[in-house]
Each structure stands twice: as C-alpha cells, then as structure tokens.
T-cell receptor
Framework: EAQVTQNPRYLITVTGKKLTVTCSQN?????MSWYRQDPGLGLRQIYY???????DKGDVPEGYKVSRKEKRNFPLILESPSPNQTSLYFC?????????FGPGTRLTVT | GDSVTQMEGPVTLSEEAFLTINCTYT??????LFWYVQYPGEGLQLLLK?????DKGSNKGFEATYRKETTSFHLEKGSVQVSDSAVYFC???????????FGKGTRLSVIA
C-alpha cells in the first residue's frame, strides 16, 4: 500500500530537549516536504526536498532542520524545541504535483 | 508569490443542503488547482484537481471548475452528508518547481 508514515504520532516534550520526527514514503517520490498546521494559520511549509541531499527552506524554517540522505526518508529535527513549536506536523511526498500526506504528529512543547 | 484566499469557516449545514466553498488564487504561470480534504484526526488527502482552464474536477459528488478569467476554483456539492464533515483546503500550484500553496482551510460541519 502506498503511504507516508510518520513517527511518533504524539509527543510531549520539554523546552530544549532535542527531538526527531521521522517520515518515510514507499512511493519512490523525489519531492518531500514538512508542514505545520496551526489554528487560524492553515498549513505552512517548513522545509522541502527535491531529491536526495537537496533541501530548501519553506515559509517557516526557523528552529527546524531536515536531512535527506535516502530517497524514502525525510526526518524533521528540532535541536532545541520551544513552546511556540507546539503544533500539528505533517510530512508529505509528491508526484506530478499531487501530494500524499502522512497522518500527522501532534507535538507539545512545555 | 503565489497565494490563495478561501472563505472562512466554520460552515455548518444540514444534511442534503447545497455546499459552496469559495476559492480565489494568484499563481505564477499557468497553475494547476487542487482541493484537499482533511477528515478528523487524519492527514490531508487529494479530493479533486483541474489542470487547465474550464476543466472540471470531480470526486465523491464534489465539483470545482477552473475559472481562469476570475482566477477562481470554487468547491460545490449538491447534497452534503454528515460524512462530509471535514476541513477543506484549496491549493494552487504554479508551473515548474513552484510548491503547492494551501489556503487556511474551511471547516465544514454537516448535521443530521
């Protein structure tokens, strides 16, 4: 089954404790991206990747890092999380402009 | 840059009512247009799309027509069901490597 998986689905952490949210797709897509979804603000792109070792900033990259060492994986790294990064995060991969989304990771930073 | 404006919600309708969610956009080049839907507790999924002027995308009883002259892509459904309760996102995509731009979403609640 074609899918995008994210882990963990839920995470509560404390300010400053580094964390990684994993994302994996099994569709051999070149393009992958990360979004955050906040009430009243819709979806905002954090980072995207056009292919292995090619990443670029989206609209709200501050406080985040990504890497793309393999085509299928695109982890999101928060080196020092802060409460304003409390949000719902989605990973997506795409082919021919159609995006396929993961189920989301709800992150709470206290 | 590319942008999209869609009507703000929440929208509350009774079952079998007619639905319209307005969407207008600005995008570089000749964009493709998409509607995505997010059911409670899930990620977004593609609902329908249109890639050229006057194209009509349709799926699950929903329709949207690519109106280049008015730069609009309004979502319609003739008779909504409770199961249509979700958040709907309009998203244009400009040509080339331009990323999708999502609207803020419109929450639809359908009551029996």
């Amino acid at each position: 089954e074609a899918q995008v998986t994210q882990n963990p689905r839920y995470l509560i952490t404390v300010t400053g404790k580094k964390l990684t949210v994993t994302c994996s797709q099994n569709m051999n897509h070149e393009y992958m991206s990360w979004y955050r979804q906040d009430p009243g603000l819709g979806l905002r792109q954090i980072y995207y990747s056009m292919n292995v070792e090619v990443t670029d900033k989206g609209d709200v990259p501050e406080g985040y890092k990504v890497s793309r060492k393999e085509k299928r994986n695109f982890p999101l790294i928060l080196e020092s999380p802060s409460p304003n990064q409390t949000s719902l995060y989605f990973c997506a991969s795409s082919s021919l402009a159609i995006q396929y989304f993961g189920p989301g990771t709800r992150l709470t930073v206290t | 840059g590319d942008s999209v404006t869609q009507m703000e919600g929440p929208v509350t309708l009774s079952e079998e009512a007619f639905l319209t969610i307005n969407c207008t956009y600005t995008a570089t080049g000749y964009p493709s247009l998409f509607w995505y839907v997010q059911y409670p507790g899930e990620g977004l999924q593609l609902l329908l799309k249109a890639t050229k002027a006057d194209d009509k995308g349709s799926n699950k009883g929903f329709e949207a027509t690519y109106r280049k002259e008015t730069t609009s892509f309004h979502l319609e459904k003739g008779s909504v069901q409770v199961s249509d309760s979700a958040v709907y996102f309009c998203a244009p995509k400009g040509s080339g490597n331009t990323p999708l731009v999502f609207g803020k979403g419109t929450r639809l609640s359908v009551i029996a």
